[in-house]
């Protein structure tokens, strides 16, 4: 099981931005692809981004141009820049270790949440 600890939702005003971080152990961090999911109510959770070891992004299309995923492996860190925030996205928002492209997960974190308001 690996341990991960989302923090930095809240509420937040449309056009606004928020920062998420997630601090992870148990794993061999910096070889890890790691990824931010959200699910918002009555939807499945959805993969938002995702970040090789050497830091190459991908992006959901809903999230491209707004939101930059990042990583600082000496901190065994993950953070996730969102601007311009929509009211769409409101979910609680996870990180995970990613154990197989593109999206495929074994351990899910509490979550934190997000909400968007106008």
């Known amino acids: 099981q690996v341990p991960l600890g989302e923090s930095g939702g809240g509420s937040g005003p449309v056009g606004g931005s928020l920062r998420l971080s997630c601090v992870a152990s148990?794993?061999?961090?910096?070889?890890?692809?790691m990824g931010w999911f959200r699910q918002a109510p009555g939807k499945e959770r959805e993969g938002v981004a995702r970040?090789?070891?050497?830091?190459?992004?991908v992006y959901a299309d809903s999230v491209k141009g707004r939101f930059t995923i990042s990583r600082d492996n000496a901190k065994n860190t993950l953070y996730l820049q969102m601007n311009s925030l929509d009211p769409e996205d409101t979910a609680v928002y996870y990180c995970a270790a990613i154990r197989a492209l593109p999206w495929s997960v074994n351990d899910w974190g509490q979550g934190t949440q997000v909400i968007v308001s106008s």
């Open positions: 148990g794993i061999a961090y910096s070889s890890a692809y």
């Open positions: 970040i090789s070891p050497s830091s190459f992004a």
